[in-house]
């Protein structure tokens, strides 16, 4: 078993009274391309940055190449590269002397690949980072977390300032950069069909606990939306076990399962008397149905 | 060659298996056809690559396509007709069961769908020029 | 009208200094009627300092809040957002005429109103335009200082003084004044952080260019990361430099009569607190390396602290030999010079470690610290004015002791610095107001 590049185990983070996270348990294996799902303010960004040790947990463990976040290394520092939501570059620089001080803290700098990046994206080095866009901003903060080629890229909301092209050659890149060797990514994000094509793994958050980790795929498999269409008139809960989410008008009904069993589509025809048809889900509408309700 | 929809419901290395497994049984692949590398179509299609892999992984363990060491996966040497009709059938049951979802919404009843399969069918045996045979 | 209310409050309090001050302030108020009942004048002595911490905490930032929140240009398109501002600095401007006209009012006697209500408002506008329009470089306290100076260097029989002229006069310059503002407020397309190309180019001078190397030491990469308003590469020489202007400046502007003598030591004593801000900075900052130095939390409070003091005494040698020249070239006394750079600079350096040491806040300690320190520095004021040696050395063996101990402090909180409550102030400050802003409008 590969020894895991992210460990959470029964993480939790209060900030005072608030609870922001609770009892958090999630491993990220090297290679894996983690989509960390939640609605604003459920908790994604604090879960990365208590994982990259930038504050305690209240109690629990996190724990990055088998080191513990608040104490890591030399050595697990330099295979981490971090983009956080709100940049953290230095207003009154240009981005070339940004690129310089950063690059120096780093001895697998890769000043090649940063040349191409920038080429590519279009980032003025010249200018002042006060006047850039923020797209432009994003861009260059990509650049400082991907030019050391690191073993753990955390991201959080990369993609939110971009536009639909820089997205795509963005992702293209992120997918290239991982795909060739055994990179861990793990990034948050509301674009919903981003993860949907860069993730092979997720993560949702509700409310600060964990209510699904796993496979993508495995996900969308398991989280379907049955439609009944009864011979007689459909009258009160049609108790169908996991139920997210339950419309009934008349003689049908439509009804959101998490942990669908294909199997067990027969015998529900059977007892409702009716015929049962799941159709699968993508991931924006998993998350609606995972939230609906509660 | 391939049209992948992320957002489906579907997942993705489902979606690409199943639109491999229809071009070798109709033909359009022919055995030995090399395909695009995991890179290659995982950047085309901007997913990931571990998707490909895995859809390509289990179409090798199927016997639909076959490994070959430096070079490109390439399809198998396998009659088009191999597969069992009854195996066949079963790959267009979801199809088909949408099918019959969409007409009951429209109020159709089966003859309408059978008479539009049928009209349906002459084109395409139009453009294809293959033999016509009963549903 | 809900709106100008909460920006008031928010120029009031919109830093958690200004919040510490107030509370401070209040406990010396506190205090200070209690001591009354025993001793009349130490009664009245922490009264007074109370209502000054008061006046200060509230006034002296509030003109820099209000134009750090006009700043963003977005604001022109919420409602009547400048007039907004402008009523809520008029506000606070007037508020402290209104205590003292009262307390006029209501004094048996024949106490004149009117000067009790102009000069409150004509020192806080003065202070809030001073803050409003301080350019953004560090020479900008020594500016405030030249300009204060040259004030009283000008020529009495040219300009009348205001006391002669008469309080109707002064209200009227008054008014005339922030019509003036008010009009400049309403309609500038743009509300700039002011940059003088005097200062800049001085800035330049002093400190040269962030011309980085091709090859860059870490440890400059780290001091660039922790002070970004600090140019990475300032030298020894460069203080050197800076020290023989400073020399000319002051000795220009130096009346050397004792009274000049304590505005000087106050002037210093409240630019040595100034070193609260890049201490509390860096520990913000801090965040920005945490993942890039090959850094643990400790190591990093090193090396912000190394950092810190280099500074420090740079600074420290361009201050000394600046006064040093100018007491020269004035043909004044060296021997009350040594007492103060004394006192400023353990002043200095126990703000630089109460900066250090906030990273997380524990109120009442945290307040406590500030009110000591705060009191420490009138204490030192006032000693250096009367040439009290043996005060002026408790002081400076206190600050020493208090500097050991806070220095304890910050290490113990570094150990466990929780960045994710502490983000580095750049955005911080601005966001949180532009947010009850956008609430408000």
């Known amino acids: 078993m590969p020894e895991a590049v ?28 983690i989509g960390v799902l939640g609605k604003n303010g459920a908790g994604k960004t604090t879960l990365l940055e208590v994982l990259l040790g930038f504050g305690p947990p209240t109690s629990g463990t996190a724990r990055l190449f088998g080191e513990e976040s608040m104490r890591l290394s030399e050595r697990a520092k330099a295979r981490i590269g971090f983009v956080p939501q709100q940049d953290e570059l230095i207003d009154m620089l240009t981005g070339e002397q940004q690129l310089k001080l950063t690059s120096v803290f780093y001895r697998s700098w890769d000043r090649e690949l940063a040349r191409r990046l920038i080429s590519e994206w279009e980032i003025p080095m010249d200018r002042t980072i006060r006047k850039l866009s923020p797209g432009e901003r994003q861009k260059l903060a990509l650049v400082l977390a991907l030019g050391h080629r690191p073993d753990l890229l955390v991201l959080d909301e990369p993609v939110a300032s971009l536009d639909p092209i820089a997205r795509r050659a963005f992702l293209k890149q992120l997918l290239d950069v991982t795909g060739s060797e055994n990179r861990t990514v793990l990034f948050s994000s509301h674009i919903v069909s981003d993860l949907e094509r860069a993730a092979n793994k997720v993560w949702i958050l509700k409310h600060g606990e964990l209510i699904w980790q796993g496979e993508l795929d495995a996900l969308k498999e398991s989280v379907v939306r049955l439609h009944v269409r009864g011979r007689r008139k459909l009258t009160g809960s049609l108790g169908i076990p ?40 993508g991931l924006e509408d998993i998350f609606v149905e995972l939230h609906a309700g509660r | 060659m391939f049209v992948l929809n992320p957002q489906s419901g579907t997942p993705i290395y489902r979606q690409l298996m199943d639109q491999v497994r229809r071009l070798v049984a109709s033909g359009q692949l022919a055995p030995g056809t090399p395909l695009p590398s995991v890179r290659e179509l995982a950047l085309e299609h901007a997913v990931n690559p571990m998707t490909i892999s895995k859809a390509y992984h289990l179409l090798e363990l199927e016997g639909v396509l076959v ?45 309408d769908v059978v008479a539009l399969i049928e009209e349906n069918w002459e084109d395409e045996n139009a453009g294809s020029g293959r033999q016509r045979r009963k549903t | 009208m809900r709106s100008i209310a909460q920006l008031c409050r928010i120029f009031c309090t919109g ?37 000054v911490l008061l006046g200060s905490s509230v006034l002296v930032p509030a003109g820099w809040v209000a134009r750090e929140v006009s700043l963003p240009r977005a604001y022109r398109f919420a409602p009547h957002f400048r007039k907004k501002m402008l009523a809520a600095l008029l506000l606070v401007a007037a508020a402290p005429s209104v205590p003292t006209g009262i307390v006029a009012a209501l004094a048996p006697g024949d106490a004149a109103i009117l000067p009790a209500v102009v000069l409150p408002a004509l020192l ?16 900008a306290p020594l500016g405030a200082i030249v300009v204060i100076g040259l004030l009283r260097r000008a020529n009495p029989e040219a300009i009348p003084a205001i006391e002669e002229l008469g309080p109707e006069v002064a209200a009227c310059v008054l008014i005339a004044a922030w019509a003036a503002f008010a009009a400049w407020y309403l309609r500038a ?35 660039a990361h922790l002070w970004p308003q600090f140019r990475p590469n300032e030298t020894w020489t460069s203080a ?59 190591e990093l409070f090193r090396t912000a602290e190394a950092g ?116 580095p102030p750049r955005r911080d400050a601005t966001e949180t107001l532009v947010k009850l802003l956008q609430g408000e409008s």
């Open chain 2, 67 to 111: 490994r070959n060491r430096g070079k490109p996966m390439t399809v198998a040497a396998r009659s088009p007709r191999a597969a069992p009709r009854a195996q066949r059938r079963k790959q267009l049951q979801a199809d088909i069961r949408q099918l019959v979802f969409a007409a009951r919404q429209l109020e159709l009843d089966k003859e």
């Open chain 1, 6 to 33: 992210v460990s959470a185990e029964r993480l939790s983070k209060s900030f005072g009274a608030k609870e922001v996270l609770r009892e958090i348990t999630a491993i990220a294996e090297p290679g894996d391309v």
């Open chain 3, 124 to 139: 806080t506008s003065a202070m809030i335009w001073v803050f409003f329009f301080l350019p953004a470089s560090m020479l």
């Open chain 3, 240 to 298: 050197i430099g800076g020290g023989l202007l400073c020399a000319i400046i002051a000795a220009i502007l130096i009346r050397g009569e004792a009274q000049s003598r304590a505005m000087v030591a106050l002037a210093c004593l409240i630019a040595a607190a100034l070193a609260f801000q890049p201490g509390w900075a860096a520990a913000r900052n801090a965040r920005l390396v945490w993942l890039r130095a090959p850094l643990s939390r400790i």
């Open chain 1, 242 to 281: 996991n139920a997210l989410s339950e419309r009934v008008h008349g003689t049908h009904a439509t009804v959101a399962v998490a942990s669908w069993d294909p199997r067990d589509e027969a015998r529900l025809a059977a007892r409702l008397d009716a015929d049962v048809e799941a159709e699968p889900l």
């Open chain 3, 15 to 51: 830093f958690s200094i200004q919040r510490y001050g107030i509370a401070a302030a209040g406990a010396a108020v506190m205090l200070g009627t209690g001591l009354a009942l025993l001793s009349p004048p130490a009664g009245a002595m922490v009264f007074s300092f109370g209502i």
């Open chain 3, 189 to 223: 397309p743009r509300i700039g952080p002011f940059h003088s190309r005097l200062l800049l180019r001085l800035d330049r001078l002093f400190a040269r260019e962030a011309r980085l190397p091709d090859v860059v030491p870490v440890e400059t990469s780290l001091r």
């Open chain 3, 308 to 423: 810190f003091l280099r500074l420090l005494a740079i600074r420290a040698l361009m201050l000394a030999i600046g006064f040093t020249g100018a007491f020269v070239l004035r043909n004044m006394p060296l021997a009350p010079l040594l007492p103060l750079l004394a006192v400023a600079t353990s002043s200095a350096v126990l703000a630089a470690y109460i900066g250090l040491g906030m990273v997380r806040f524990e109120p009442w300690r945290d307040v406590a610290l500030v009110g000591a320190y705060v009191a420490s520095l009138g204490y030192g004021a006032w000693a250096l004015g009367r040439g009290e040696s043996l005060g002026v050395l408790l002081l400076v063996s206190g600050h020493t002791a208090a500097a050991v101990l806070c220095r304890t402090i910050a290490v113990r909180r570094w150990r466990e610095i929780d960045w994710i409550e502490t983000r």
